[in-house]
């Protein structure tokens, strides 16, 4: 499974010039509202150093990273979820993301105006956050009256969703987001197919100049926001990533040391993204292939499995499995083995951060 995270932001926030970075797409960053026109879609490999590890030991013919998609979505402006700006064409793009990530400007610049003409990070977060919770009290709402008339000719399956779509529909109306409304796992699955925006975890990137890592009372705002909800701001320098992403790798590096950080923000973003999902990374490696796979934290070996293909989940019977500091540590696979770190897993195994599997299946 990839990621797929939606980026959302007011114009001129850096969204775009961030997308940019992030994927290298050379998309038009134009300074004013709704240069984005449709959303630009880019395939990011999530940086992962136990790939070059691991591929020191097994010399195979490739490489393959997992990945991370991100979707950049035009500058929602209020009134979005009415038709304002670029309107609902534009929320109908982020219902299908595993993850928002919010950007929100946090530096002051007075080349670069703000759509509000005031730069007011919270402002920003509550702007979008009412234009997502109009748009899924709408689709709320319709589904709510679908639910009431099929209750009453007797639907169990309606039945059983009209208390879930009641409680989101009060969490909305009170001006929280869907996740606000406490829904079980069970409660979730009854209404997954509206797709609802602010079911969906959040992160926020915290755009920030140069020098505003520190001392920035914008970015301080971010943080105290996102505690009180539960979720991750990661500050980022979108113009520094900009820069970077333009780099060879020695100068990167040479760049990034100049500037007192440890590596791109991109990375951080990862894994944040990471964090928020829940998601885990096992590896598998052969002579044609060392590669990374992402499951759900907690998946089972034939779950994990069936990322690969869904026949080694139906016929699954062992996982070969290695730890991965075993895996260094011995040498490889035949090293491992004979120091007894070769341990054959069956299905209800739950797959470990960095495991290397090999799966035995029968189909």
């Given at each position: 499974m990839g990621i797929k995270c939606g980026i959302v932001g007011l114009p001129n926030v850096g969204k775009s010039t961030l997308f940019n970075a992030l994927t290298k797409a050379g998309i038009a960053a134009a300074n004013f509202p709704f240069c984005t026109i449709e959303p630009n879609v880019g395939v990011v490999p999530v940086p992962d150093p136990r790939l070059g590890a691991l591929a020191e030991i097994v010399k195979p013919q490739r490489v393959v990273p997992t990945a991370v998609e991100f979707v950049d979505i035009a500058g929602l402006v209020a009134g979005a979820a009415s038709g304002e700006g670029l309107g609902n064409k534009f929320l109908a793009h982020i219902r299908e993301v595993d993850a928002i990530t919010h950007v929100v400007r946090c530096f002051e610049h007075g080349d670069i105006i703000h759509v509000n003409n005031k730069v007011d990070p919270i402002s920003d977060i509550e702007t979008i956050d009412t234009e997502l919770a109009l748009a899924d009290l709408d689709s709320v709402?319709?589904?709510?009256?679908?639910?009431?008339?099929?209750?009453?000719?007797?639907?169990?399956?309606?039945?059983?969703?009209?208390?879930?779509?009641?409680?989101?529909?009060?969490?909305?109306?009170?001006?929280?987001?869907?996740?606000?409304a406490g829904l079980d796992e069970e409660e979730k699955a009854l209404v997954r197919d509206l797709f609802l925006l602010t079911l969906k975890p959040v992160m926020y990137i915290a755009n920030v100049l140069e020098d505003g890592f520190e001392n920035n009372p914008h970015l301080d705002a971010v943080r105290a926001r996102a505690q009180a909800e539960g979720a991750q701001v990661v500050p980022v320098s979108a113009a520094i990533e900009e820069e970077l992403s333009q780099l060879e790798d020695a100068d990167r590096?040479?760049?990034?040391?100049?500037?007192?950080?440890?590596?791109?923000?991109?990375?951080?973003?990862?894994?944040?993204?990471?964090?928020?999902?829940?998601?885990?990374?096992?590896?598998?490696?052969?002579?044609?292939?060392?590669?990374?796979?992402?499951?759900?934290?907690?998946?089972?070996?034939?779950?994990?499995?069936?990322?690969?293909?869904?026949?080694?989940?139906?016929?699954?019977?062992?996982?070969?499995?290695?730890?991965?500091?075993?895996?260094?540590?011995y040498k490889g696979e035949a090293g491992a083995k004979e120091a007894g770190r070769l341990r054959l897993e069956g299905k209800e195994y739950k797959v470990q951060e960095g495991d290397i599997l090999h799966f035995r299946f029968n189909v």
């Open positions: 709402e319709k589904a709510l009256n679908r639910a009431e008339r099929g209750a009453k000719g007797g639907d169990k399956e309606m039945i059983a969703r009209k208390p879930v779509l009641e409680k989101l529909r009060k969490a909305l109306d009170d001006g929280k987001p869907g996740r606000a590096d040479a760049f990034l040391a100049d500037l007192g950080l440890e590596e791109p923000g991109l990375n951080r973003v990862i894994r944040a993204a990471y964090q928020l999902l829940g998601l885990q990374t096992y590896f598998t490696a052969g002579v044609q292939e060392v590669r990374a796979w992402t499951v759900k934290a907690g998946s089972t070996a034939p779950k994990a499995a069936a990322v690969i293909h869904t026949d080694f989940e139906k016929g699954f019977i062992r996982a070969e499995t290695i730890a991965y500091d075993d895996f260094i540590k």
